[in-house]
């Protein structure tokens, strides 16, 4: 199909305006454990919070004598990294010295017949996207623009965004990774787990991760906590078709077959019921629904959940024996990326009901309350009444998601008959849509009807290659952003500050988000010219000032209430309809929805095709750190892992290279190397998430690895809230490598 809009590969852009010299960065290996070392003391030191993963670790950046950027380490009063960074973390410098960063506003034009971009002054690039916008809005209304960010930018284009009479603003994160938990969670006890999530690993008796890589996917505080927890002989049962290196620190690990963890997790219900391993004062006083459970789980018995899990019925009951026995110090964790086979509230449901059953909730070593600060609101004016949002896309469908649905504004831009208006303009900062939304060819079709895509990002990744107008952010450590409020079991707040000039013509996203706002009309929506003077403002209503903040970088209130856990015996109303945790939920009932989980068989792998699973890996954040030249040397590449019964079958072998076939014919645009491994189930295949970039101007990463993204066609939208699940797909292997000219 012909299309106005052409993939634009940013290398081949002249070199114009990006001749400014870039210091050499210093290897990880460097590093000292100690910072009142006499080095550490010698060094200027600047606060921050860390940009790489939604943790957002507050720590310190060091520079040298002549102003480099050299070291970032955490601060040890910041209660999400403890003083200590992740990978990821310490290597937020190599995002500054990456000399592939984007350098220079750039316009889409075509030169001799072909599209191209051009270098833009700030001023010009702006005033393109001004006009545009004032074009479809008067043309559609501005309810057809939407912002897709991910990060702290999301802020300041999210309010330009709903200053000029649109509220259609996402994350990914939340269709494509955590929205089913919070949804599952909140019908359960009438709250979510937040971020970071709120569980108390550090006490924790028995941790049960079923499909949560903690330790691959490096959440930093949670990672020390479940050390801490191992130490003081804390139980680990990993759940997971993947011997992964949460598995390997397990006192059990349950290989379970992929798609099939519901039936697991009801048949761990019955045990815990039937044996009377649950917190019966707790259930009594707290919960809703109880007997209706007990009727609907009878007989769902491990040897019931044995031929559908393979997993033997004994393994079942002693690991729900050893969960109850620890009661109600003990996590069925939640997990993070959740969205798997299109039943995922139900499933995550499931687990909230196993934890209320145990009595974690609200109990130490199980899930705390959260406690954080609410930074004063500067006045400004109010914003238009929005007369449309992406919710008349979908009439009657997903009601409980309690945010928008990124994949949700994708499809609504795709225009068909019985929609009003389809979405016009899309504004995308710091998330590589095209690596991030499942279905890439429904992402791509999206894009081609748009009127205006403007990418903002650090990076030429995949996604700018589709934009009109690109707008170069700088890194994290070159800006000012909003103080860091996220919830803990202290309410703390931590600044970011620059520690170097933005390189090269790089711009922070609060200073884009208000030129563009003084263009379009919507300045008195962002009053302060500079982020500093807010955030003094911000800080002085609160008792404190920019300039302590600059100097301690974290500080650490009060809270309001001595209730980190609940008090034995005490009156508690939930937020639900019963004001109990609901076992049976009334809200989903209502909805026209199972009030209670059920199990569901889904579709298995054709012949000579097997479940494609992927994760993460401790040192990259999805694809957006796969060019970081610090992070890089740790892992240049993934591997997919093949089971050796399977690798025999095939003729594979350790180090081939291969492509990935899937079930719509859907191949890997890049080959990737072969690990043969029994630590994967012969019905599956894994790989690491976030390789195989197409952006040749990603220099370290480009056609590295394979890109799993390429390979999910198939998602199972979650009828209750619109969770893309992605784990429907499956792969075949061909041999023969093809090789790019």
Same mark, same amino acid.
């Given at each position: 199909?012909?299309?106005?809009?052409?993939?634009?590969?940013?290398?081949?852009?002249?070199?114009?305006?990006?001749?400014?010299?870039?210091?050499?960065?210093?290897?990880?290996?460097?590093?000292?454990?100690?910072?009142?070392?006499?080095?550490?003391?010698?060094?200027?030191?600047?606060?921050?919070?860390?940009?790489?993963?939604?943790?957002?670790?507050?720590?310190?950046?060091?520079?040298?004598?002549?102003?480099?950027?050299?070291?970032?380490?955490?601060?040890?009063?910041?209660?999400?990294?403890?003083?200590?960074?992740?990978?990821?973390?310490?290597?937020?410098?190599?995002?500054?010295?990456? /000399?592939?960063?984007?350098?220079?506003?750039?316009?889409?034009?075509?030169?001799?017949?072909?599209?191209?971009?051009?270098?833009?002054?700030?001023?010009?690039?702006?005033?393109?996207?001004?006009?545009?916008?004032?074009?479809?809005?008067?043309? +559609?209304?501005?309810?057809?623009?939407?912002?897709?960010?991910?990060?702290?930018?999301?802020?300041?284009?999210?309010?330009?965004?709903?200053?000029?009479?649109?509220?259609?603003?996402?994350?990914?994160?939340?269709?494509?990774?955590?929205?089913?938990?919070?949804?599952?969670?909140?019908?359960?006890?009438?709250?979510?787990?937040?971020?970071?999530?709120?569980?108390?690993?550090?006490?924790?008796?028995?941790?049960?991760?079923?499909?949560?890589?903690?330790?691959?996917?490096?959440?930093?505080?949670?990672?020390?906590?479940?050390?801490?927890?191992?130490?003081?002989?804390?139980?680990?049962?990993?759940?997971?078709?993947?011997?992964?290196?949460?598995?390997?620190?397990?006192?059990?690990?349950?290989?379970?077959?992929?798609?099939?963890?519901?039936?697991?997790?009801?048949?761990?219900? +019955?045990?815990?019921?039937?044996?009377?391993?649950?917190?019966?004062?707790?259930?009594?006083?707290?919960?809703?629904?109880?007997?209706?459970?007990?009727?609907?789980?009878?007989?769902?018995?491990?040897?019931?959940?044995?031929?559908?899990?393979?997993?033997?019925?004994?393994?079942?009951?002693?690991?729900?024996?050893?969960?109850?026995?620890?009661?109600?110090?003990?996590?069925?964790?939640?997990?993070?990326?959740?969205?798997?086979?299109?039943?995922?509230?139900?499933?995550?449901?499931?687990?909230?009901?196993?934890?209320?059953?145990?009595?974690?909730?609200?109990?130490?070593?199980?899930?705390?309350?959260?406690?954080?600060?609410?930074?004063?609101?500067?006045?400004?004016? /109010?914003?238009?009444?929005?007369?449309?949002?992406?919710?008349?896309?979908?009439?009657?469908? *997903?009601?409980?998601?309690?945010?928008?649905?990124?994949?949700?504004?994708?499809?609504?831009?795709?225009?068909?008959?019985?929609?009003?208006?389809?979405?016009?303009?899309?504004?995308?900062?710091?998330?590589?849509?095209?690596?991030?939304?499942?279905?890439?060819?429904?992402?791509?079709?999206?894009?081609?009807?748009?009127?205006?895509?403007?990418?903002?990002?650090?990076?030429?990744?995949?996604?700018?290659?589709?934009?009109?107008?690109?707008?170069?952010?700088?890194?994290?450590?070159?800006?000012?952003?909003?103080?860091?409020?996220?919830?803990?079991?202290?309410?703390?707040?931590?600044?970011?500050?620059?520690?170097?000039?933005?390189?090269?013509?790089?711009?922070?996203?609060?200073?884009?988000?208000?030129?563009?706002?003084?263009?379009?009309?919507?300045?008195?929506?962002?009053? +302060?010219?500079?982020?500093?003077?807010?955030?003094?403002?911000?800080?002085?209503?609160?008792?404190?000032?920019?300039?302590?903040?600059?100097?301690?970088?974290?500080?650490?209130?009060?809270?309001?209430?001595?209730?980190?856990?609940?008090?034995?015996?005490?009156?508690?109303?939930? *937020?639900?309809?019963?004001?109990?945790?609901?076992?049976?939920?009334?809200?989903?009932?209502?909805?026209?929805?199972?009030?209670?989980?059920? *199990?569901?068989?889904?579709?298995?792998?054709?012949?000579?095709?097997?479940?494609?699973?992927?994760?993460?890996?401790?040192?990259?954040?999805?694809?957006?750190?796969?060019?970081?030249?610090?992070?890089?040397?740790?892992?240049?590449?993934?591997?997919?892992?093949?089971?050796?019964?399977?690798?025999?079958?095939?003729?594979?072998?350790?180090?081939?290279?291969?492509?990935?076939?899937?079930?719509?014919?859907?191949?890997?645009?890049?080959?990737?190397?072969?690990?043969?491994?029994?630590?994967?189930?012969?019905?599956?295949?894994?790989?690491?998430?976030?390789?195989?970039?197409?952006?040749?101007?990603?220099?370290?990463?480009?056609?590295?690895?394979?890109?799993?993204?390429?390979?999910?066609?198939?998602? +199972?939208?979650?009828?209750?809230?619109?969770?893309?699940?992605?784990?429907?797909?499956?792969?075949?292997?061909?041999?023969?490598?093809?090789?790019?000219?």
């Amino acid at each position: 199909m012909a299309s106005r809009r052409e993939f634009i590969r940013v290398s081949t852009l002249g070199a114009g305006g990006i001749s400014l010299g870039i210091p050499a960065f210093t290897s990880l290996a460097k590093t000292f454990s100690q910072e009142d070392s006499p080095v550490f003391k010698s060094m200027r030191r600047t606060p921050t919070y860390c940009e790489v993963c939604f943790w957002k670790c507050a720590g310190w950046i060091y520079k040298k004598d002549n102003g480099d950027v050299w070291k970032i380490i955490g601060n040890d009063d910041d209660l999400h990294s403890n003083g200590r960074f992740c990978p990821r973390g310490t290597g937020g410098v190599g995002m500054y010295n990456d /000399e592939d960063r984007l350098k220079t506003p750039m316009i889409r034009t075509e030169v001799d017949g072909k599209q191209t971009f051009r270098e833009a002054s700030w001023d010009e690039a702006l005033g393109f996207i001004a006009t545009k916008l004032e074009a479809i809005a008067k043309e +559609h209304g501005p309810e057809c623009i939407a912002l897709f960010s991910h990060g702290s930018g999301g802020k300041y284009f999210g309010n330009l965004l709903k200053a000029y009479g649109s509220n259609n603003i996402t994350a990914p994160s939340y269709a494509q990774c955590r929205g089913p938990r919070e949804v599952g969670f909140i019908a359960t006890f009438g709250e979510g787990v937040e971020s970071p999530e709120r569980t108390d690993i550090r006490d924790t008796r028995c941790l049960v991760l079923i499909g949560s890589h903690i330790g691959e996917n490096m959440h930093n505080g949670q990672v020390q906590e479940m050390s801490d927890a191992i130490d003081k002989g804390a139980t680990i049962i990993t759940v997971d078709p993947r011997y992964s290196t949460a598995a390997s620190k397990s006192k059990f690990w349950l290989p379970i077959k992929p798609a099939t963890d519901l039936a697991l997790l009801l048949a761990w219900i +019955h045990v815990i019921i039937e044996e009377g391993y649950y917190d019966k004062e707790y259930v009594e006083k707290y919960t809703f629904g109880f007997e209706y459970l007990k009727d609907h789980v009878k007989n769902m018995t491990p040897e019931w959940a044995y031929g559908i899990t393979t997993l033997e019925p004994q393994l079942i009951r002693e690991t729900a024996r050893a969960m109850g026995s620890a009661s109600p110090a003990v996590i069925v964790h939640p997990g993070r990326h959740v969205t798997w086979y299109g039943d995922d509230t139900q499933r995550l449901r499931a687990v909230a009901i196993l934890n209320a059953l145990l009595g974690s909730w609200g109990r130490r070593g199980g899930f705390y309350r959260p406690e954080k600060v609410s930074m004063p609101a500067y006045p400004h004016p /109010e914003y238009p009444k929005i007369s449309r949002t992406w919710r008349d896309a979908f009439p009657g469908k *997903y009601e409980l998601a309690d945010l928008a649905l990124a994949s949700g504004i994708c499809d609504a831009t795709i225009p068909v008959a019985e929609r009003d208006c389809s979405f016009k303009a899309w504004i995308v900062n710091g998330t590589n849509l095209i690596e991030t939304l499942p279905n890439q060819d429904n992402t791509l079709q999206a894009i081609n009807n748009l009127d205006l895509l403007v990418a903002i990002d650090t990076m030429p990744m995949e996604i700018t290659g589709w934009a009109d107008v690109i707008l170069p952010e700088c890194t994290y450590l070159e800006r000012y952003d909003l103080i860091r409020t996220s919830p803990h079991r202290e309410p703390q707040i931590a600044l970011r500050m620059p520690a170097v000039s933005p390189k090269y013509d790089s711009k922070p996203g609060y200073w884009i988000a208000r030129e563009l706002a003084k263009k379009m009309g919507l300045a008195d929506h962002f009053p +302060h010219e500079n982020l500093e003077d807010l955030l003094d403002w911000q800080l002085k209503k609160m008792g404190s000032s920019l300039e302590e903040m600059q100097r301690i970088g974290v500080k650490t209130m009060a809270r309001e209430y001595d209730d980190l856990y609940f008090a034995p015996g005490e009156e508690i109303e939930f *937020y639900t309809n019963t004001g109990k945790i609901e076992l049976y939920s009334t809200e989903l009932e209502a909805k026209g929805f199972d009030p209670m989980p059920v *199990y569901t068989p889904h579709e298995e792998p054709p012949d000579g095709y097997y479940r494609l699973i992927y994760g993460r890996a401790p040192m990259h954040t999805f694809s957006r750190t796969s060019n970081n030249p610090n992070l890089t040397d740790l892992m240049e590449e993934n591997a997919v892992w093949i089971n050796p019964k399977v690798a025999r079958e095939w003729g594979l072998e350790n180090d081939q290279y291969i492509h990935l076939i899937n079930q719509d014919g859907k191949k890997t645009q890049f080959p990737i190397k072969v690990r043969v491994t029994e630590r994967i189930r012969w019905d599956s295949v894994y790989m690491v998430h976030g390789f195989g970039h197409d952006q040749k101007k990603l220099k370290r990463c480009y056609g590295k690895g394979a890109s799993d993204t390429n390979l999910i066609s198939k998602v +199972h939208i979650d009828p209750i809230m619109g969770g893309t699940g992605m784990r429907g797909n499956f792969v075949s292997f061909i041999t023969e490598v093809e090789v790019e000219s």
